[in-house]
């Protein structure tokens, strides 16, 4: 069983910053990718970023290049989601994810477990 609990959000002003965090409990961390969406109130959840087992490749959104960054500590069973110049248009749930990994890949798609989300909301 694979569990996913994320914590750091909040309230925020634009321009400003938050971390995200998700700690994962349950089968060995490094052998799964991790990934971060997020749902905005009436919308679908979307893909934020996402990072390979081993943190060497990680793959973002377009809405989030440059301002995001994902990485993570295998040691803590961690991953984190560090979010610069945030706007209001970043304001959501945001939820972690993780899928097991067969190669060392970012994927967008296709995961299998996920936190319980935290809020996040960007106040202009």
């Not at 994320?6 to 961390?29: D, M, N």
Request: charged share 15%; proline share 2%; aromatic share 12%.
């Amino acid at each position: 069983q694979v569990h996913l609990v994320e914590s750091g959000g909040g309230l925020v002003h634009a321009g400003g910053s938050l971390r995200l965090s998700c700690a994962k409990s349950g089968r060995t961390f490094s052998t799964y990718a991790m990934g971060w969406f997020r749902q905005s109130p009436g919308k679908e959840r979307v893909f934020v970023a996402a990072i390979s087992w081993s943190g060497g490749s990680t793959s973002y959104a377009d809405s989030v290049k440059g301002r995001f960054t994902i990485s993570r500590a295998n040691a803590r069973n961690t991953v984190y989601l560090q979010m610069n110049s945030l706007t209001p248009k970043d304001t959501a749930v945001y939820y972690c994810a993780a899928r097991y990994a067969d190669s060392d890949y970012a994927p967008q798609v296709q995961y299998n477990y996920w936190g319980q989300g935290t809020q996040v909301t960007v106040s202009s």
